[in-house]
């Protein structure tokens, strides 16, 4: 496999100044999926900004990491709905435009 565009997990742990452990906590959740490659331990650049968002909610907020199971998935239901609800309104709108006359402006004269 190659390496070149995979992030060493050696670096974040001494970037974020966090325990190995911590980065194989949320691999055995299933929040984060490590690659080994000749015994080397990485991750997919895509996964930084999440890793920084679970190592904000574990650090500045101090949510173990079920917590930040739950966190994540709510977040994740949250922008699901706000996306379903986004779609039902352009739809509603569309409904209405098809189905509610227009409004015609109407002028009154006074012919004194």
């Keep these: 496999m190659n390496t070149t565009n995979l992030i060493p997990l ?8 966090l325990e190995m452990s911590f980065f194989f906590n949320l691999n055995e959740m299933g ?8 015994e080397t331990k990485y991750v997919r650049p895509e996964s930084v900004h999440a890793i920084e968002k679970m190592i904000r909610l574990h650090q500045e907020l101090e949510v173990n990491m079920h917590g930040i199971d739950v966190i994540l998935n709510l977040l994740e239901k949250i922008e699901r709905l706000q996306h379903e609800l986004i779609s039902v309104k352009n739809r509603l709108s569309l409904y209405e435009s098809m189905l509610l006359p227009k409004k015609r402006t109407t002028f009154c004269v006074n012919l004194r």
């Design 10 to 17: 050696s670096l974040l742990y001494m970037q974020y100044n």
């Design 31 to 38: 929040l984060l999926e490590i690659l080994t490659v000749d």
